[in-house]
């Protein structure tokens, strides 16, 4: 995911000290009710030519007390509190109605749980609800994570392989945030690897860290996958990984997430703009 997050296995209590137990989770019901979960959505850039060609959809949570509750911790609340489908459901039809006004050149992506890919019905039952939006499955890109490979690695081959099959992309997330396993590589349907923000750190300036980032994407592009950068930041950063041919970034250095509108808007300004 585009942000900067705190780890899902780690628990949120301690981070909302003076919350009675079972009160967030309790909250988090009655917001799913009310429809209180906000979708924003991080763009993601051409490396070369800066044109935005699509964005991941974050879900956000602006708690009453609390104030702002990212993906990170909102997912955590949700499975404790056995919440995670109905709120994945929640932010993928939101996603799905905001991204139905946007151009047919821009892609959305999401984030699929670990719950969700490893129920045998997901495939078809994703397929179904894609079914009932505007949006094409080829204008959707389904990102997984590591963490939620190492749950069933079979499962997920199965269930990604009948979702390309119906026109879906997919896409390796958070690629070298944990141990980059490339057996998932090998094995995996993929159309996609996202670099996470920890293999852009201290490039170009810190040798070794620029030969792994190289090497890596190296590798992406000997399987053909198009190959993202998260988590970019500077100037120096866009230009380093746009020479070693990564194809997409995404960061903080042009946007912030932001509203679908924010997004049509940025689209449109950054038609035809390059960062060199």
Known sequence: MGEVRTSLRGPTRGRFPGVRAGA???????????????????????????????AEALARWQHPSLGEIGARDLFAIAERAALVAPLSRHVVA???????????NLM?????TPEELGDPRFAADFAALIGQSAIAPQRLMLEITEDLLLR?????????KALRGLGFRTALDDFGAGFCNFRYLRELPLD??????????GVPGDPTALAVFRAIVQVGKALGLAVYAEGIETEIQHAAITAEGCDYW???LRAQPMPSASVLALARTARGMGHG
């Open 192 to 201: 996609a690897l996202k670099l996470d923000k920890a293999m852009v750190d």
């Open 94 to 104: 939101r996603a799905l109605e905001d991204a139905a006004t946007w151009p047919h």
């Open 24 to 54: 967030l989770e309790a909250d988090l019901l009655s917001a799913l009710d009310r429809r209180e979960i906000e979708v924003l959505f991080q763009p993601q850039f051409a490396c070369v030519g800066g044109a935005v060609t699509g």
């Open 108 to 112: 959305l992506s999401l984030n699929i």
């Open 250 to 252: 995404q960061g903080f």
């Open 152 to 160: 069933n690695l079979g499962q997920a081959a199965s269930a990604l």
